[in-house]
């Protein structure tokens, strides 16, 4: 009966963890992970329903068998993408291969008759089932599969970062506690040539174990990870070696289980066997049995400490791949954490408005408000001597100033980055996780050099961070001289009214020509203070059917007092009204600028298949090379006093509508600006600002 009691528990565990796993997960791995447990369950209620029935057990005893088929394909595939980022696309051809075949499974139990897998002359009274040579292969590679994958759920642990290891170590731990008693359970079969169904409860009271410990992940740690797997540790397996190595100690002991007697017994005995297992790979992934383990190998197996190659490959790789200045910071004191065996740190850069050093990252440490002047004795000590300030030293002038501030935060050591001309900064490395360890020169020497990596990292990364502020202000300034010249314009129009009001102020076309300009340029003026007030969005021109000629004589009459002559034939084009008239007083202010007051300058308005509008003046002319180099860029001119913005401004405006401008100069001849526009058609039609 408590047999019973636990094996419908275990499958009710299994099949709410399926249904969690896929509400969880709504991808790839969460459907793998969710076929896995289900088949898991299912394979738990087949035998349980041919125990508890015997007149049914053959056929249920089918259905275990279909079960079991599907278990390679889908724990192989769980393996594969369970807490990882690679997708199941990007999978090698020796990848695909393993998982092609593992499908072939799924054949066998329709191609061949059950007796062929195993016969049960007492089958239920005697729960045994003895294999036959198609049944033995058959949990052969069954086996053989399910250690494939619980290799690959190694291998995510072996890559895993300490964060992630933390996040998501219970979870595939209890994952592959599930791999485990199967693969205990077919290898029995193996041995003695026969399935032995006393293990079901067995079975299900570990594979409560292994739910539990996924359980607790979920609650507590959070999980959510995805690990990127190397190819360079993906066949280098720890569980290779325990599988072998639990394979010859059952070929040993296999006589010695039947003496056992009783099954209860049995099921302590391995269940104990197992749980210790458990433990031990909780052990073999604790920080501070990992340091011990390294220490140990180290002081007795290698020349040197450390592989420096090695630390400075991973070191450079980790430098590189940062996103962002927080996550490399965050890799620096990781990669000091890990290599030399500390349980935190923390980064202080000097800040020169502040006047001293004070922490900018921290990894796994409080944070610490204190700001370490640079007259300070402990930044005193590092830039005299370069030294690695270890706190168990014999440094009485560091820790007089010091060892309230050492001992509060519990510091170890502290590693001065130095740049090129001063200490930028140093890491303090807080509580030593093996606390007996011992440092010796060599990690002095490997502490100063990943400093000086880092040191050089973190300068690069604030010359990045100084040059985007200055593109900023850049910017800035390139905004200041769009509007510079755009208030240049509507200043030189005021000008000229100014300058014409002295002469003509009393006759009346005159006044009315003076209202008319002054408010256009109040107009325009108030225009250019909405766009600087949604500066950042994108401009929206109004395109409408406009008359060519009329737009052209008005612009002429803003530009009073100048000899301005405007010809031509009427033609419409679609284009927005002010910003045209912009462009067309921009080129003539230009053309009479250059054609000075004793030279006119002409405006043409036809259309020689496409409208278009000419401005000729009889000014000094452009060079070639000028035309062919600098002309409409940006802060490119001939003239004194100018800006070199507004022939950009023209141009993007005239493209923004489909047009173009064309220029033809001759140097001590004259310059004529022709802006074609496409055919006129329905207007009303918002277009987008270049």
């Known amino acids: 009966m408590l047999d019973s009691v636990i094996t419908i528990a275990a499958i009710v565990a299994l099949l709410f963890a399926a249904g969690y796993a896929l509400h969880r997960e709504r991808s790839r791995a969460g459907l793998f992970l969710c076929g896995a447990l289900l088949l898991t369950a299912l394979l738990e209620l087949f035998d349980l329903l041919s125990l508890s029935l015997p007149q049914a057990a053959v056929p249920w005893k089918w259905f275990s068998l279909v079960a079991e088929s599907l278990l390679p394909f889908f724990w192989i595939m769980c393996s594969l993408t369970y807490a990882r980022q690679a997708a199941p696309w990007r999978f090698g051809p020796l990848l695909k291969g393993v998982i092609a075949l593992s499908l072939l499974f799924c054949l066998l139990p329709f191609a061949v008759p059950l007796d062929s897998f195993f016969y049960a002359p007492d089958f239920p009274l005697e729960r045994l089932l003895f294999l036959g040579n198609v049944g033995y292969f058959y949990y052969l590679g069954l086996m053989a599969a399910l250690i494939f994958a619980l290799v690959n759920f ?18 595939i731990i209890g994952l592959g506690a599930f ?32 739910l539990g410990l996924m359980a607790y992940s ?55 066997a197992f749980i210790a297992g458990i433990v031990l790979l909780l052990l073999l992934l604790s920080q501070r049995f990992q340091r011990e383990v390294k220490v140990a190998l180290h002081k007795n197996f290698y ?38 065996g500390m349980a935190g740190a923390a980064l202080f850069l000097l800040e020169q408005n502040r006047g001293g050093y004070g922490m900018t990252a921290t990894h796994n440490m409080q944070p610490m408000g204190a700001l370490i002047k640079p007259d300070n004795s402990l930044v005193r000590f590092m830039v005299e001597r370069t030294w690695v300030v270890n706190v168990r030293d014999d440094t009485p ?20 980055l130095f740049g090129a001309e001063r200490m930028e900064g140093f890491i303090v490395l807080g509580r030593v996780i093996k606390e007996d360890e011992v440092y010796i020169y060599e990690d002095y020497d490997l502490m100063k050099t990943i400093a000086r990596q880092a040191s050089q990292a973190i300068l690069h990364q604030r010359l990045s961070e100084q040059l985007s502020q200055a593109r900023e202000v850049e910017a800035i300034g390139n905004i200041a001289a769009f509007v510079a010249h755009d208030l240049k314009n509507l200043v030189s129009n005021l000008s000229l009214i100014v300058e014409n009001a002295g002469r003509f102020i009393q006759n009346p076309d005159f006044q009315q020509d003076m209202l008319v300009s002054l408010g256009n340029t109040v107009t325009k003026m108030q225009h250019l203070i909405g766009r600087l007030r949604n500066l950042g969005e994108r401009d929206h021109f109004t395109a409408k059917p406009v008359n060519l000629l009329e737009l052209a004589e008005k612009t002429a009459r803003l530009a009073s007092g100048s000899a301005v002559t405007v010809e031509g034939s009427a033609e419409t084009v679609v284009v927005d ?19 000075g007051p004793d030279r006119g300058v002409r405006i043409q308005v036809g259309n020689l298949g496409n409208p278009y509008l000419a401005v000729h003046d009889q000014g000094h002319g452009m060079s070639a090379d000028f035309m062919r180099r600098e002309l409409f860029k940006p802060f490119k001119t001939t003239k004194k006093k100018g800006l070199g913005i507004g022939l950009y401004q023209c141009k993007q405006t005239v493209e923004s509508f489909g047009g173009r401008i064309e220029v033809d100069s001759e140097e001590g001849v004259g310059t004529t600006f022709t802006i074609w526009f496409s055919q006129g058609g329905e207007g009303g039609t918002p277009v987008g600002h270049c």
Not at 158 to 163: F, K, Q, T, V, Y
Not at 577 to 595: D, K, R, T
């Open 397 to 416: 002038e560091v820790m007089e100033e010091n060892g309230a501030f050492f001992r509060d935060n519990q510091i170890s050591f502290v590693i001065p």
């Open 218 to 272: 979920l609650l507590f740690r959070r999980g959510g990870v995805r690990i990127q797997v190397s190819r360079q540790a993906a066949f280098k397996s720890f569980v290779l070696v325990a599988v072998g190595l639990y394979l010859i100690m059952i070929g040993l002991l296999g006589e010695g289980m039947q003496y056992f007697g009783v099954s209860f017994q049995r099921t302590v005995t391995v269940s104990f």
């Open 577 to 595: 009204e002010n910003e045209m008239q912009n462009v067309i007083m921009n080129l003539l202010m230009n053309a009479i600028e250059a054609s």
């Open 303 to 340: 020349q040197h400490k450390h592989d420096y190659r090695t630390q400075w490959l991973r070191f450079t790789e980790q430098l590189a791949t940062s996103r962002s200045s927080d996550e490399l910071l965050q890799r620096i004191l990781s990669a000091y954490c890990d290599v030399f």
């Open 154 to 171: 190694e291998t995510t642990l072996a890559n895993a970062s300490p964060e992630s290891l933390d996040r998501v170590k219970f979870e």
């Open 179 to 210: 791999l485990g008693v199967l693969i205990f359970y077919f290898s029995q079969a193996l041995v003695y040539r026969s399935l032995n169904m006393n293990y079901l409860q067995l079975r299900s009271l570990l594979y409560l174990v292994g």
